[in-house]
């Protein structure tokens, strides 16, 4: 009866470990190289789509157990060389269903300018696990320096939000004076050099500081990093 049981159990999701991109095709396959689903994004073209570097940290495309199932998901950032508005961060199931998209509709004054999208999404960072696990998300514009960086939820939303005058690089949590915290290393316009901001309580806001009106985030949030480096 056991066995007559166990026959009739579903097989097990496989788990997605790498990827390919071809045109306009996503595939992803599992850890014997078979093809797991395929999604097609029409509005890029045939080398229009860059990734970052490929599937390591920072990139636009990771694999991470959202949900804590033992089955890791899907993330990827599809990035437009004309920014079409369609761009966004895209998360999957091992099943192929989409989970969510992060897709911002944010402006951001700096100086006496406002910048608008669509925004590109430029890195990708999954940290922690569980309750406590984030996708950090950096966000370029069309037009100059603003970067912006959100952080969201395994469901997909936005627990912070933070401004860069300058590119957002790399995030990265570790501990800094006995605390969890949120390390942010950018480009910085202002001193045309380069920046991280530390974040102690783990949670990105604000702005990054500025000496320049014209680099300063005047429609921000009045909060900031505790520290901020400049280099």
């Known amino acids: 009866i056991l ?71 899907v993330l990827i950032g ?54 406590a696990l984030s996708i950090y998300i950096a966000f370029i514009g069309a037009d100059e320096f603003p970067s912006l960086l959100l952080e969201v939820d395994g469901q997909g939303r936005v627990r912070s939000e933070y401004w860069s005058n300058g590119y957002i690089k790399w995030v990265t949590r570790a501990a800094w004076r006995g605390r969890d915290a949120l390390f942010v290393g950018a480009t910085h316009n202002d001193t045309h050099g380069g920046s991280v901001a530390i974040f102690p309580d783990g949670r990105a806001s604000g702005s990054a500081p500025a000496l320049q009106d014209n680099y300063r985030c005047t429609s921000c949030a009045p909060e900031g990093p505790a520290e901020f480096l400049v280099f």
Do not use: C
């Open 78 to 131: 599809v990035a437009n060389a004309y920014f079409n508005p369609a761009m966004g961060v895209f998360a999957y199931g091992a099943d192929g269903r989409e989970r969510f998209v992060v897709r911002p509709q944010h402006r951001v004054t700096f100086g006496s300018k406002t910048y608008a999208g669509p925004w590109m999404p430029y890195h990708l960072f999954v940290a922690g696990s569980g309750d």
């Open 3 to 73: 066995w007559a049981g166990l026959s009739f159990l579903s097989p097990a999701i496989p788990n997605p470990v790498s990827w390919d991109m071809k045109a306009q095709s996503f595939t992803v396959f599992d850890e014997g190289g078979r093809a797991i689903f395929a999604k097609d994004f029409p509005f890029i073209r045939d080398g229009e789509y860059v990734i970052s570097v490929d599937s390591r940290e920072g990139g636009r495309v990771a694999f991470a157990d959202l949900d804590m199932d033992g089955v890791k998901e």
